[in-house]
């Protein structure tokens, strides 16, 4: 009772001080710089600063204030805590409360006023937050960030400066150390996520889609530092000098308050399971090893019919839960071990062989985001396989700073591609010469329309008690992509292509304010012209889908995704100011030239040849004819150079002798690099030297031409880098960049 | 004089403050030594001129952080009790002010000195007789010279004014620091070792700066040198 009043009192002084005051109106100022100075969420257009709407007008701004927020709470909380002390009056103060109430008091107390500056933020960002997001705005999505992000750091700032304080017992020491701490987050643990407690990271925030991952990996680093400074907090307690004494006596004396060292201990162990535990990123090992996809498991002698997969993903706590069935013969007549991979966040429950249960073994061996489970199977001619399976899907480490972005379960956006959709079976051979046929059962909730990377359309057939919907697909391949959300389609005619254009219904008023139609066929009419009509679709048809993701895309045989960042209307308005804003949207449009079909060979021991080379080039042509020169050197072969230098000039790489004395961690990074600067920046540049060689980008267009609509050889169907310099007249050291 | 000195420079380096502060600007120097400088900036060597500025860029924030708060203890605690002691000695107030000064700005660069020497010897034991010792001092100066006077100056005219005044300098330092500002504004010089080499269309390029960033440095000095005597005479021109 008797703390409570006190705090009642503590905070009424708060409030009345003209510091707080003016502390918090700096505070619910500081957003401000995040529209302007200081933007920590990446660019994802080639030129300027452009991020989503949300990026820009949301989470910027909270991440502004969380600085700005945590940095003024930490000054204001050592002038609180160090009053008593200026004012001569620690004897005073103690006699009427114990140190340890007055400490407790003052914590809560600034707490609440952080709590307090929030709110105020809050409503007072609304209306300007409002205006600037228009259609996309999402109050829920507005408080969500702002509560994640700003208001933790704020509270962090309290307890660190707090503990701080009561450790040191001096304002200018517990200034240092917080300075010290904010100054780590914002460098050292800079590729940290979890200990990134000021800056959290963020690499994009969706509009369209969903963010519900975004903010739970956000809430475990905060839960993370919560628990660890409430323990600091708690074990500064116990240095509360008492009775004039010193640290080491005072630290004698308080700990017999065993509660507290215990309390204390058992949030540091909380905290460290939280570091350890995380369930978002997988184990993979950070080496990327080209070979890895050797064929272990390849048996002749077991064929796959057919899969059968039902869904039934749990949106209220984003895991997916399944059972799959895979129709196989096993022509041994030997039992056999087969394989299959998984997202390393699921495990199985059961497997079953023809209905009776099999042994099964989770590898637990992280690789590129899989793992693998070994089933065992028996001498049946015909085997059915059975795996329930389920669990949280687990993002590849690798992309730590750009979560969020590669697997959704949520209410409104689902993506689960491949092995977090499903097992799949590895290395097994097709029973005939076409692909299996892949059936999938999916229960969605209401307004939840589903989409798979590919040209079939989902039927809904029935709905369940719950409200949900079931959806039935029926697809083919070993695995599937499988994309969910408030999807509305519109149908392109581009270059005699029958296109089906998913994208967000939250994006129809800029697609038709904007013309995307438009955009869309001008790619194709560009390719078409150059390199001639595509030939291989099944009734000239065709995909295009926006996801939840940013900066990239992919492409196959039917069907180009692209992120939900290719749309934006900074994008658009770019393009119509003559310079490109949708460079992703044309990329992976012109892959559907370069890189499907008969054209490049799943693998390439250069590495360096493969279909990313002509699509970047060929993208690079098509800005440059629509935005011109300039614009096309700044963001194409400025770029390309620079990445190429980036590499060759690192001073590792260019004085090898040296390379033992650089952490191993830091050459794995440049060993992952190079084949993706191989891909995208280095063969663009040779291309583009080919093109000078050969005489010109007419000549250049006809080549290309010609190795389009080439005759195919089947015996080696694959277009190769040796028959692209036949073609040019040239060989491989005439294209060696100097 | 020299025992005045002395005094001072004691009263500031066996003090809880500076020994903690002492103690974490080398374990941060440690972190950044050891997966930033490590790496070369710019694609030049971990240990050219260029990384080795980057790397005490980094450090810098917290280094002019723990000046102005020396700056700060010139005024409090110990050194107000001091005050009436030393008062009654012979000592003119201006004089004692600038040992005092002297003294703080020793302190630091005695931190500053440890922090090159952390660098130099994480340097040495990794690429041996690679380094170059000479060519690191250029970019110390550049970087230390400005900081020093120019925090000096700002944060003793700002004490002789208030308290509260003083307070806001070190946001401001970290604002500055952290907008996006042309290099020849950067007081901590923030980025321009990690980037200017990249502009300047070689491999391994000597250490040469531009005139602006010249300038700047400059005036950022000059600036400092004008502040410290505008806030030494201020604040003891009265008192005699
Ligand atoms: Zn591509």
Redesign the interface.
Known sequence: MRVVSLLRVEIRRLLLNRMTWFMSLLIISSPALGLT??RPISSTAGSGYSTSISGTFIANPALAGA?AGA??LA?LTAMEFSRPARHRMNALTDAVISPFQGAVVRTISLLITAAVIQGLTLLAWLPFTLVQTGAIFQLDVYVSLYLAIMLPAMIFAVLMTASAYLL?Y?M??T???F??FA??SL??WDENWLLRWINPSIYYVSDAFSTSRLLRYILWNRLLWGTILSSIWLLSCLSIRRYGKGLVRSATINVRKGYIPALSALLIVFGWMAYTGQPFLDHSKMELDSNSKRFLYSDEFVTISSIHVKAFPDFTRARQHGIAEYQLQNSSEKPQTIAFSINPGYSLSSASVNGNPAVFRDLHNDEENRKTIEVDIPGDKEIEVTLEYGGFPQEWNILALRQGLDSQISRDYLYLANQDFAPIPRDLIWGSDEPNPYYIEVDLPSGMTPVVFGTETAQSVGKSSDGSIRWSIETNGASVILYGGDYMSRQIDAAGIQVDFWHSAKHNVLMNAFDADDVIRQVFQYCTSKYGPLQFYKDNKMRIIEIGSAGGGYASQGASVMGEDSFSARGFQDMRKGAGGNEVLAHEIIHQWWGLGNMFAQDDSERSWSSEGLTVYTTYRLMKEQYGEAYARENYVDKWQAEV??YY????I??PA?LD???KA?RTRMDNGVAQMKQYSEMPLKLLKAEQLVGGEQKMDDILHALFNREIDYASPFLTYQQFLDACGLTKEDLELG | MGKLFRYELRLIAFNRFYIGFFAVSLCFGWLILSTGTIQGVAHTAPFSPWSFGSYLTDLMPLLSIALLFMVWSFDSGQARRAKPLLNAATIAPFRHAAVKCAAAATAWLLLSAAIMLLGIGFLIFIFGNAVSIPALLAPAVSILLPVILFLMGSGLLALSRSRKIFLGLPPALLALHLLPLPSWMHLLATNFYSTYPLHMDMVDPGFTVPVSFIAGKLGYTLAGMIMLALALRKKYSCHT
Do not use: S
């Open positions: 100075l200081y600085i940095i003024l000054v040191t001096r200018d020491l200034l240092a150390l300075a010290f100054l780590l460098t050292v230098d980036d000039q690192n001073f590792y260019r004085n040296f004395k650089l952490p830091y």
